[in-house]
């Protein structure tokens, strides 16, 4: 097999996309895209490999399940297989013509009609479960499907010589192969060890199920149960030959969730064939370092040092000069912010990262891009919704005397308890501070629930050695730390974005007033330009929403999530200083998707969290 790859990025000037195809009058099978964006071509017939090295250059997306004539094909394929399936339902319901019938029990016994009977039902409940996954593009959708259309076909003819419903079976198995350049997301390989423990799992509860039941009905099930035939009556029930007699009305419920349970595992093991295979990437320590460099040589953007934040994964142009951090949850890959490097190199690089992450059967979503960035995203056929605003101090104009009474006078209050402000470097901060400044995270942590929260807002850490320009304003008492703010450099802007805000239990009200106060004051005395205080979800105090219906459900939503996420308290505390309101937007390519992408957004942010019994258990201790 002859495999070599060609970056599909673009080198040469007023070129959108590239492939190098071989002359050979042979198929070529693209795998899936890799994280530069480039695909490998895969030839397997000896007749390309004897034609080496020639080569013709052809203009080519590289995804062609974009084209208009792949996108029929999916969703026509898609369609006819799920009425393939109610077909297969639907035969198998109706009586077989007489006269083949008569035909067909001179050939098989009639055990093996029933059995073919039911296996018609079961593929046909399985082409209807595949036809989502062909929606997709994906490939393991495409072979189960013509697999199940070809053993229909079989048994089509076995159950009652029905040899229209075959014929039509076996037409669409060819169209579909003949479109299977079209379905081009891989599907996760089946690994043998994991593959076999669940099925061992499942096998094991299944039978046990089953044991368990003819032993507790066994007075009221006819003849007397023995192992051997308890363990065949499953496979019996499917094939409408059933050993026993089931006396009782309990007997007989048990009877059809046997065959039920069954198709339950059935369910299971086609979703868990189809899903797709999600490219999982832990950035490497060459990426952490030039995602590192970048951000201290381009980051303009009040999030862009946040894209440093552990547990993200970095896809880079082709020039490794720019890049964007993502997370995947789901099949969602989850970006946050906008893209850190050369502004000229930034729709490039969106547009590349649509291609990876469609490409591998994800579902790209930028999350709190800033407006100025936003038509961007627009022109690349992609949506945009308003999903808050971010709080900016503009330190050029802050006025201690221009905020409200009641701020002034909470400030003032822990000020006279003999309470200082000190800012300190990450790199400078004293270990007696930060031994503190450690626990009072640790125990705010532990109180919010056992993890750290936030993806696109904070860094999800405190700072450490490598964040050396970070820095911590502490409230002091002597050398008793009551609290802290976390701040992140923004390199470019002459800014800072506030990270985390904490403080102990015991803390006088109005410490975090104060160190915000003591924040702005520190670094306009310093000649910053802004402060940023982050972005408050769901807030829109510009009031610069179109859609009366959108304003309507972010106003639903303002009000009734704030209990859970505490959107309310958030946006009137970065109110209090009085700040310029800049909007956030989200970018999504489907309508449609939304629901699944704030869901995504929802776990990544603030994951909920189903109590386990070790946690109960600790609880109670």
């Known amino acids: 097999m002859q495999v070599r790859t060609f970056a599909s990025n673009a080198s040469i000037p007023q070129v959108d996309r590239y492939l190098i195809l071989y002359v050979a009058q042979n198929r070529i099978r ?33 995804h062609p399940s974009h084209s208009g004539a792949c996108h029929v094909t999916r969703r026509l394929g898609a369609l006819l297989t799920a009425l393939a399936g109610v077909m297969n339902i639907v035969s198998a319901l109706y009586p077989a013509v007489p006269a083949r019938m008569e035909i067909l029990a001179d050939i098989l016994p ?28 994906r490939q393991r959708a495409l072979q189960i499907a013509v697999a199940a259309l070809l053993l229909s076909a079989l048994f089509h003819l076995t159950k009652g010589l029905d040899f229209e419903e075959a014929i039509m079976a076996l037409s669409l198995a060819w169209l579909l192969t003949r479109g299977r350049d079209t379905f081009s997301v891989p599907s996760r390989m089946a690994v043998p060890g994991r593959l076999f423990s669940r099925v061992h799992a499942i096998v094991v509860l299944y039978v046990t199920y089953v044991v368990a039941g003819f032993v507790i009905l066994r007075r009221y099930i006819s003849p007397a149960p023995s192992m051997v035939h308890v363990v065949q009556e499953p496979l019996r029930l499917l094939s ?55 951000v201290e040589q381009y980051a303009s953007d009040t999030l862009a040092y ?19 951090s993502y997370r995947v949850w789901g099949n969602v890959a989850l970006v946050a912010g906008d893209p850190v490097g050369p502004p000229e190199r930034h729709r490039d690089l969106i547009a590349s990262f649509m291609q990876f992450a469609v490409g591998n059967g994800l579902e790209p979503c930028f999350l709190g891009i800033s407006g100025n960035s936003a038509h961007l995203y ?74 750290e929260r936030g993806f696109s807002m904070t860094l999800g850490r405190l700072p450490r050695a490598a964040d050396k320009d970070c820095e911590l304003i502490v409230a002091q008492q002597g050398d008793t730390v009551f609290g802290f703010l976390s701040l992140a450099p923004v390199y470019q802007g002459n800014a800072w974005s506030l990270d985390s805000m904490r403080r102990r239990p015991d803390s006088p009200n109005g410490l975090m007033e104060f160190l915000v106060i003591a924040a702005a004051e520190t670094y306009m005395a310093r000649g910053s330009c802004r402060l940023s205080l982050n972005f408050a979800t769901l807030s829109n105090a510009a009031n610069d929403i179109d859609s009366k219906a959108i304003d309507e459900t972010r106003r639903f939503l303002f009000d009734h999530l704030s ?20 909007s956030r937007y989200l970018a ?20 909920i969290r189903l109590p386990s019994i070790g946690g109960m258990l600790k609880r109670e201790a």
């Open 378 to 451: 627009r022109s690349l056929g992609l949506g945009t919704l308003k999903v808050g605003e971010e709080a900016v101090i503009d330190l050029a104009e802050f006025n201690l005397s221009s905020l409200k009474r009641k701020v002034r006078r909470a400030a003032r209050h822990v000020s006279d308890l003999g309470f200082s402000a000190v800012t300190y470097r990450r790199d400078q901060v004293p270990p007696h501070i930060m031994s503190q400044v450690r626990t009072i995270s640790r125990a705010w942590v532990r109180a919010k629930g056992g993890s």
């Open 588 to 607: 999504y390519r489907d309508v449609l998707k939304i629901p699944k992408l704030a869901l995504a957004i929802a776990q990544s942010e603030d994951p």
């Open 110 to 137: 009639l055990t093996v009609i029933r059995g073919a009977q039911s296996a018609t039902v079961l593929l046909g409940f399985a082409l209807v479960l595949v036809a989502d996954g062909l929606r997709k593009r």
């Open 563 to 582: 209990s859970f996420y505490q959107l309310k308290s958030l946006y009137q505390f970065n109110d209090k200083f009085a700040p310029n309101w800049c």
């Open 240 to 294: 409408d030959a059933a050993y026993y007699h089931y006396l009782t009305p309990q007997a007989r419920w048990f009877e059809r969730s046997i065959t039920g349970f069954a198709c339950c595992v059935a369910l299971y093991v086609v979703l868990r064939v189809l899903r797709p295979f999600i490219p999982e990437h832990s950035a490497t320590a060459w990426e952490r370092a030039r995602a590192r460099k970048l």
């Open 306 to 324: 946040f894209s440093l934040q552990d547990g993200r994964s970095y896809f880079f142009d082709s020039a490794k000069t720019a890049f964007v």
């Open 30 to 62: 693209l795998a899936p895209v890799n994280r530069d964006g480039s695909r490998s071509l895969m030839c397997c017939s000896r007749a390309v490999r004897s034609r080496l090295p020639i080569f013709e250059v052809k203009r080519f997306n590289v």
